[in-house]
T-cell receptor
Framework: DAKTTQPPSMDCAEGRAANLPCNHSTISGNEYVYWYRQIHSQGPQYIIHGLKNNETNEMASLIITEDRKSSTLILPHATLRDTAVYYCIVRVALSGSARQLTFGSGTQLTVLP | EAGVAQSPRYKIIEKRQSVAFWCNPISGHATLYWYQQILGQGPKLLIQFQNNGVVDDSQLPKDRFSAERLKGVDSTLKIQPAKLEDSAVYLC?????????????FGPGTRLTVT
């Protein structure tokens, strides 16, 4: 699985967009970009995933560069409840027996009032 | 839909004692995982089950850790004897089988403190 690089911490003002970067320069053509987050004292929670195209769901948007070497998770209107550690994970689709996730240290996002 | 259940939520033991954690996955999820999360780090996979069988236990310290999944539903993770470095949060997760999936569903975890 491709290795990812994320900043250890970021701050964001409440109500503003939070943009969390992730570098994955060694990503392979069949590898997806997944984002999970972990709120304090909870288990990780799936946010979004993408392969090539930008993706949006009710939680966030995922922007993947054309060369796929980096991506940005966007929380359009951050709230205090979005304070969490955000993990960017790059790997092939979770199928068959190969379903495990390899987590790095992630980015601690703090949303400030 | 009920989520992944884990118990206990907290456990404090002395080194060399034994401890067991329980996990009940989401109904119908054939794949179950146990992760260890040390403070300040991301979760690390310990063992993965598919139904009753072990798919991957390459990172499980088998001299002291054991896990089982009876009848392909609930699972128990045991540590015997515990060491100080086993202090961590133990997370259980589950996912659907049969199709490519992008989501694992995690329980709240059990925080273990070994003194």
């Amino acid at each position: 699985d491709a290795k990812t690089t994320q900043p250890p911490s970021m701050d964001c003002a409440e109500g503003r967009a939070a943009n969390l970067p992730c570098n994955h320069s060694t990503i392979s053509g069949n590898e997806y970009v997944y984002w999970y987050r972990q709120i304090h004292s909870q288990g990780p929670q799936y946010i979004i995933h993408g392969l090539k195209n930008n993706e949006t769901n009710e939680m966030a948007s995922l922007i993947i560069t054309e060369d796929r070497k980096s991506s940005t998770l966007i929380l359009p209107h951050a709230t205090l409840r979005d304070t969490a550690v955000y993990y960017c994970i790059v790997r092939v689709a979770l199928s068959g027996s190969a379903r495990q996730l390899t987590f790095g240290s992630g980015t601690q996002l703090t949303v400030l009032p | 839909e009920a989520g992944v259940a884990q118990s206990p939520r907290y456990k404090i033991i002395e080194k060399r004692q034994s401890v067991a954690f329980w996990c009940n996955p989401i109904s119908g999820h054939a794949t179950l995982y146990w992760y260890q999360q040390i403070l300040g780090q991301g979760p690390k996979l310990l063992i993965q089950f598919q139904n009753n069988g072990v798919v991957d236990d390459s990172q499980l310290p088998k001299d002291r850790f054991s896990a089982e999944r009876l009848k392909g539903v609930d699972s128990t993770l045991k540590i015997q004897p515990a060491k100080l470095e086993d202090s961590a949060v133990y997370l259980c997760a589950s996912s659907l089988e049969g199709i490519p999936t992008y989501e694992q569903y995690f329980g709240p975890g059990t925080r273990l403190t070994v003194t």
